[in-house]
């Protein structure tokens, strides 16, 4: 029983496509996030959502619009795709991260752009 | 500066070695602090949590500094299957996590 699950795992795409990534988790979580890693292994918080509600948005190009439906989902669309957007794209979920809880994330999405 | 730091390595040992990580980070107001394990082509998975008066976990000891705001991972008699990279974690508050770059461990026969 997969606790975040994100679809799809492996996405090629052309220069200039809109593409999204989809984001559930069955936790009962009140907060979900979208990380980016790049090619060196970084990993960087792009969004954060807690109860629906867009609480963390780290200067990420307004190409990228995040969308939460319900608490357990958290959305990504990506218009206009570039090059530089190829990456690894993690879903995550936590309760309250403040008081010590972890944060637990989905297998992540392969993006390439051509 | 970079908000949290690390060694990328890789630190190469020999099975049965112990091997220690470091880790610095910036913000001072930071509240709680973790050690993630990330293998090749997966998501990172909790290793454990890093509280004030340091802790144990079987083979891997954390150990938190705020003074200097330094953070460490000590892993003993290392196994093949520890080889990862080792991500640093810490919360600056406000539910951000901030990952460092890691550190990318390999363990050989």
């Known amino acids: 029983d997969t606790a975040v699950s994100q679809t799809p795992k492996y996405l090629v795409t052309q220069m200039g496509n809109d593409k999204s990534i989809k984001c559930e988790q069955n936790?009962?979580?009140?907060?979900m996030y979208w990380y980016k890693q790049d090619s060196k292994k970084f990993l960087k918080i792009m969004f954060s959502?807690?109860?629906?509600?867009?609480?963390i948005n780290e200067t990420v190009p307004n190409r990228f619009s995040p969308k939460s439906p319900d608490k357990a989902h958290l959305n990504l669309h990506i218009n206009s795709l570039e090059l530089g957007d190829s990456a690894v794209y993690f879903c995550a979920s936590s309760q309250d991260v403040s008081s010590g809880n972890t944060i637990y994330f989905g297998e992540g999405s392969w993006l390439t752009v051509v | 500066r970079k908000e949290v730091e690390q060694d990328p390595g890789p630190f190469n040992v020999p099975e049965g070695a112990t091997v220690a990580f470091n880790c610095t980070y910036s913000?001072?107001?930071?509240?709680?602090f973790f050690w993630y394990r990330q293998d090749c082509r997966k998501e990172p998975k909790l290793l454990m949590s890093v509280y004030s008066s340091g802790n144990e976990d079987g083979r891997f000891t954390a150990q938190l500094n705020r003074a200097s705001q330094y953070i460490s991972l000590l892993i003993r008699d290392s196994k093949l299957s520890d080889s990862a990279t080792y991500l640093c974690v810490v919360n600056e508050g406000f539910q951000k996590l901030v990952f460092g770059t890691g550190t990318r461990l390999l363990v050989s026969p």
């Open positions: 913000n001072s107001a930071s509240q709680s």
């Open positions: 959502y807690n109860n629906k509600e867009l609480i």
């Open positions: 936790l009962g979580h009140d907060t």
